[in-house]
């Protein structure tokens, strides 16, 4: 697995409990605000590491996991481009580990397919259902995106994913953010699940 930095001792921000964040480098957006497309580039901060060895660092905190319902969480990026290496991940770290992933769902079908089965949560940054807007925040369509989702919500239950609704300065309003989350009540997500907030620009 191709890593570019692991934080430790995440208390609540990125799934339950205490979590470690592992940072996987590369992503099929462009966002135009985002924070890490340089350092996502950055081949000088990419290690490559086997599973084994990953879990044998994460083991390190263990026993938070175990105490706080916690975990790994693979951010970026975007972590689904190594979906093989987080299912040979997920089948050998231990199993009380709660494993979130944080994705922007645009990556074919076959790469998201398979984690399904094992015991994932998701935590999806949406952007926007505005197919105009999402073209000119990410740079590329959301076809994609609208058919995992689709794909997620028939899989797995509503309390393993979190869809996140931003509002984008400069791109989507409090308006537009509406028309989304509306568009997500139609596709049968549950209100619970949608995760309304406003990006904080560089
Ligand atoms: S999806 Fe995330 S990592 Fe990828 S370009 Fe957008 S903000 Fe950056």
Redesign the pocket.
């Known amino acids: 697995m191709d890593i570019q930095w692991i934080n430790r001792h995440r208390i609540d921000i990125d799934g339950v409990g205490i979590t470690s964040l592992v940072s996987l480098p590369g992503?099929?957006?462009?966002?135009s605000?985002?924070?890490?497309?340089e350092i996502?580039k950055r081949e000088d901060l990419i290690k490559t590491i086997s599973e084994e060895d990953l879990i044998d660092i994460l083991s390190i905190d263990h026993s938070y996991f175990l105490y706080t319902n916690g975990g790994i969480t693979f951010g970026?990026?975007?972590p689904l481009l190594q979906w093989k290496h987080l299912l040979r991940f997920a089948s050998l770290c231990p199993s009380e580990w709660n494993l979130t992933i944080e994705?922007?769902l645009?990556v074919p079908t076959k790469y998201l397919e398979p984690l399904l089965q094992k015991n994932f949560s998701f935590i999806i940054?949406i952007?926007s259902l505005d197919t105009r807007i999402y073209r000119e925040y990410?740079g590329r369509d959301n076809h994609q995106v609208l058919s995992n989702l689709k794909l997620i919500r028939r899989r797995i239950p509503s309390h393993k994913y979190a869809i996140k609704v931003p509002i984008i300065p400069g791109y989507t309003d409090n308006k537009s953010q509406q028309d989304s989350i509306y568009k997500l009540r139609e596709f049968g997500i549950n209100q619970e699940t949608i995760i309304p907030f406003t990006y904080i620009t560089p």
Do not use: A, H, M, Q
Request: glycine share 10%; with cysteine.
């Open positions: 992503c099929p957006l462009s966002c605000y985002c924070i890490n497309k996502l970026g990026g975007e994705t922007s645009n940054d952007k990410t």
